[in-house]
T-cell receptor, first 114, second 112 residues
Framework: KAGVTQTPRYLIKTRGQQVTLSCSPI?????VSWYQQTPGQGLQFLFE???????NKGNFPGRFSGRQFSNSRSEMNVSTLELGDSALYLCASSLSGARGTEAFFGQGTRLTVV | GQQLNQSPQSMFIQEGEDVSMNCTSSSIFNTWLWYKQDPGEGPVLLIALYKAGELTSNGRLTAQFGITRKDSFLNISASIPSDVGIYFC????????????FGGGTRLMVKP
């Protein structure tokens, strides 16, 4: 069974640009969550999508947005990039129901803003 | 908001030694998850705990859900070099499904 796939693995962008990251969850998983990981702040929750609807949202500015498609694949977008957005962005997929808390992560996308 | 405090922040041990790390919270958690992250990779789920007092093993790893529901422990027995990495505890924020709060991590280094 294929795991969570994130593309691209690495990105370098210029301040002010926008970026879109992609995540394909484990087959059968309908919940997709996004996390930002930085050395200073650790792993922080961005948002969660379930059945194409945003179900939970973390404490990030509106420049961070996402969506989920009918096949459960998800994208996140960051507009007007800032240097502080440089981070490892991780996508996690989960089943719904009682075991829904068990999140399985992809390898991440390393974003560098210059 | 909810915070998970992990200790120790780092450990440098000899191969073959046992390792113990813990995670505490000021709030009650209904679920505790333990992850391991290798450099440049995403976290990998090691153990999930769902019941206060529960003790669960995964090979050389054993984790416990504290009775107070405010803490959890992870033990690694007979450490080997491939145990090197960062170990994170996590729990659902406000016990709401898939929004996880993570601890700061314990960096484990193993000397062969």
């Amino acid at each position: 069974k294929a795991g969570v796939t994130q593309t691209p693995r690495y990105l370098i962008k210029t301040r002010g640009q926008q970026v879109t990251l992609s995540c394909s969850p484990i087959s059968g998983h309908r919940s997709v969550s996004w996390y930002q990981q930085t050395p200073g702040q650790g792993l922080q929750f961005l948002f969660e999508y379930f059945s194409e609807t945003q179900r939970n949202k973390g404490n990030f500015p509106g420049r961070f947005s996402g969506r989920q498609f009918s096949n459960s694949r998800s994208e996140m977008n960051v507009s007007t990039l800032e240097l502080g957005d440089s981070a490892l962005y991780l996508c996690a997929s989960s089943l719904s129901g009682a075991r829904g808390t068990e999140a399985f992560f992809g390898q991440g996308t390393r974003l560098t803003v210059v | 908001g909810q915070q998970l405090n992990q200790s120790p922040q780092s450990m440098f041990i000899q191969e073959g030694e046992d390792v113990s790390m813990n995670c505490t919270s000021s709030s009650i958690f209904n679920t505790w998850l333990w992850y391991k992250q290798d450099p440049g990779e995403g976290p990998v789920l090691l153990i999930a705990l769902y019941k206060a007092g529960e003790l669960t093993s995964n090979g050389r790893l054993t984790a416990q859900f504290g009775i107070t529901r405010k803490d959890s422990f992870l033990n690694i027995s007979a450490s080997i070099p491939s145990d090197v990495g960062i170990y994170f505890c996590a729990g659902p924020h406000n016990n709401a499904g898939n929004m996880l709060t993570f601890g700061g991590g314990t960096r484990l280094m193993v000397k062969p």
